[in-house]
């Protein structure tokens, strides 16, 4: 998704949300490449999957491997998950609202589904932006619903489809077709 850049935004620490359930801790490693993530101006992403409240996948990622893992994705289901996004949801008009409020409330970025609005439910995903050992406030962090997830996994094209596949058989260590699907946005 193209948006455009941010002037300064706030961040706070990571909150034990974002946290790896395996350690209890920060993420400190890339899945991909396995760089340290901790330090101060290393960009990175996670992404977390919970079912009844409980962590279903999750892993953080470096910036360089988001971009290449996205670039192997088909620009027909990265231009239908972008056209999605915009129908359902305007993100500057969301920060917008969001820092006026209170821009340091992380709770309230991934309250409900940034999609449908709605309650998140039993089934969920969380994406976050990070910057060394903080959580960035800019676009991210949002949670999107299973129903959601479910209608933009009905949007991926079949080439899409299995490369998310091999990315959660590469990486989550379970086979893809028994999770939710993963989509690194």
């Known amino acids: 998704m193209d948006l455009p850049?941010?002037?300064?935004?706030?961040f706070v620490?990571?909150?034990?949300?974002?946290?790896?359930?395996?350690?209890?801790?920060?993420f400190d490693k890339c899945i991909s490449c396995s760089c340290e993530l901790g330090g101060d101006g290393t960009g990175y992403l996670i992404e977390k999957g919970f079912v009844k409240e409980e962590t279903a996948?999750?892993?953080?990622?470096?910036?360089?491997?988001?971009q290449k893992i996205a670039t192997e994705l088909s620009p027909a289901s990265m231009k239908r998950i972008e056209h999605y996004f915009g129908e359902r949801?305007?993100?500057?008009?969301?920060?917008?609202?969001?820092?006026?409020?209170d821009p340091k409330d992380w709770e309230q970025w991934i309250s409900r589904c940034v999609l449908s609005?709605?309650?998140?439910?039993?089934?969920?995903?969380i994406y976050g932006q990070c910057d060394?050992?903080?959580?960035?406030?800019?676009y991210l962090p949002y949670a999107i619903c299973g129903?959601?997830?479910e209608n933009i996994a009905?949007?991926?094209?079949?080439?899409?489809?299995?490369?998310?596949?091999?990315f959660v058989d590469d990486f989550l260590g379970v086979p893809g077709s028994g999770l939710r699907i993963p989509i690194p946005l």
């Open 5 to 10: 850049p941010l002037g300064p935004v706030p």
């Open 13 to 26: 620490p990571i909150p034990k949300i974002f946290h790896s359930a395996e350690t209890d801790q920060p």
């Open 57 to 66: 996948f999750e892993y953080a990622m470096c910036f360089e491997c988001h």
């Open 89 to 101: 949801i305007d993100l500057e008009e969301r920060r917008s609202e969001i820092t006026e409020r």
């Open 117 to 125: 609005g709605k309650e998140l439910g039993d089934e969920f995903q």
């Open 132 to 138: 060394g050992g903080d959580l960035v406030l800019a």
């Open 147 to 149: 129903e959601e997830l």
């Open 154 to 166: 009905q949007i991926l094209s079949k080439e899409t489809r299995g490369r998310i596949d091999e």
